[in-house]
């Protein structure tokens, strides 16, 4: 048996195919790629692939994580690299292919932050955002309440910065937020604290962090 991590990219076709869907496109695609994955044992086996954290529905990708595990430990990245290239999947670009040590701990168990762009949808108030940006980085407390649960935003944002628009970008903040267990912080509740309605921008995650 091996492990391999794919490093790839979730873009417009699959903006609004959630995290379970995704699960079930890569056993298809790897089916279609003639990839041997490997199942877990049990009364009810399931393909052995596991994604580094979940993707929130309508958000795209340029750093998602999956790691595969194969029935064939002669393969190497390239081979599988050319067996998925040879059978593109609409809406996943693959970007790297590596094999990592079978006994290496579960990519979920070790991520600690998410990186996101959140693009406007129509222009904004430059000298107005960058106001509001640093009065909420010099905000002590940002109380939010999820699923009927109070909760301080404030300690999850990590890094927050203003991307000036362009002539191709509307103004795009990026921001690193905690994303451990039981303290996950959400781009959208971040544009919502910050006074504009959360559909008023386009999100892409574009890092995951993970612990050594």
Known sequence: MMRCRITYLKTEP???TGNLDIQKIWERY?????LPVAYSQG???QPRIQQACPLP???LSQAELADIYLDDDTLRPDDITRSLQA???PGIELAAVEQVDLTESTLAGRVTATEYQA???DPVDAEQLSSKVSDLLKAQHLMRTRRDKDYDLRPLIEALVVLPA???HNATLR?????RQGATGRPEEVISALGYPPFDARYTRTRIYFTP
């Not at 921001?175 to 994303?179: E, G, V």
């Open 87 to 89: 059978m593109p999947y």
């Open 119 to 121: 693009e406007f949808i």
């Open 166 to 168: 362009d002539s191709t």
């Open 14 to 16: 699959l903006r609004y």
């Open 30 to 34: 790897l089916r279609r790629a003639g």
């Open 175 to 179: 921001m690193q937020l905690s994303a």
């Open 57 to 59: 529905l309508g958000f």
């Open 43 to 45: 009364f009810h086996p």
